[in-house]
């Protein structure tokens, strides 16, 4: 789980605005915001688990954010084993 961007973050930080190529962004139309829609994030929940050590120091190497990768792993997990479930 290496999300390392490879990214050139100073160079597009130099971009003025126009010389941002936008071209391939379709423009937002009435169609567009027919069919979307406003939703309110889920709050997050703090919850004790069990965990052994080995499985903690890995999340934990990854970075500072380890919790939230952790929770995105959960959440991956039983996405994937829903499916079996209904």
Same mark, same amino acid.
């Given at each position: 789980?290496?999300?390392? #961007? &490879?990214?050139? $973050?100073? +160079?597009?930080? /130099?971009?003025?605005?126009?010389?941002?190529?936008?071209?391939d962004?379709?423009?937002?139309?009435?169609e567009?915001? #027919? &069919?979307?829609? $406003?939703? +309110?994030?889920? /709050?997050?929940?703090?919850?004790?688990?069990?965990?052994?050590?080995?499985?903690?120091?890995?999340?934990q190497?990854?970075?500072?954010?380890?919790?939230? +990768?952790?929770?995105?792993?959960?959440?991956?997990?039983?996405?994937?084993?829903?499916?079996?479930?209904?």
């Amino acid at each position: 789980m290496n999300n390392t #961007s &490879k990214t050139n $973050w100073e +160079k597009l930080d /130099s971009l003025s605005e126009e010389e941002i190529d936008t071209s391939d962004i379709p423009p937002l139309t009435e169609e567009f915001f #027919s &069919k979307s829609r $406003w939703w +309110k994030p889920v /709050s997050s929940l703090s919850v004790l688990v069990k965990i052994d050590p080995q499985t903690l120091a890995w999340f934990q190497s990854q970075g500072e954010d380890y919790e939230q +990768k952790m929770a995105a792993a959960l959440r991956i997990y039983a996405q994937a084993h829903q499916v079996e479930s209904e």
